[in-house]
């Protein structure tokens, strides 16, 4: 049997602070850590203690084009997955921050729905047995 865990996924955003913040208030995730990171940029890892998501940006004031139809790109990030216990009080509180909720789910063993957050991520979120 495997010890193999996936730690964290890596993905570029508008500002990593706000979208940082979101994530802690949504999960009740922490920050990790945050700081410079390559090319000139800042990332912030936000999650628990055994895994993260790093929210990275560069800071040449660019700005970042969201991709089109990640379904129909190779490489492309389709959704991040998220489990919580309380499905309900999750919503709600992604709800009051104006975001819309689709594609709810009951099966076996859980249920769901998703969301876009502010950088077009959709984001899963599941919990199994309540």
Known sequence: MSSAFLEHV?????????TAKKLVD????????????KNGGVSY?????TSYIALYSSLNGTGH??????????GGLNHVAVVVDDLDAA????????????????????????????NGIEIEVVSYGN
């Open 26 to 37: 949504w999960f009740d995730w922490r920050i990790r850590w945050n700081g410079a990171a």
């Open 65 to 74: 084009a969201q991709a089109a139809d990640s379904y129909h790109t190779a």
């Open 45 to 49: 890892h936000v999650g628990n203690d």
């Open 10 to 18: 890596n993905v570029t955003v508008k500002d990593p602070e706000a």
């Open 91 to 118: 919503e709600q509180r992604i709800l009051n921050d104006g975001y819309r909720t689709h594609s709810h789910g009951d099966y076996e063993p859980g249920r769901r729905f998703y969301f876009h957050e502010d």
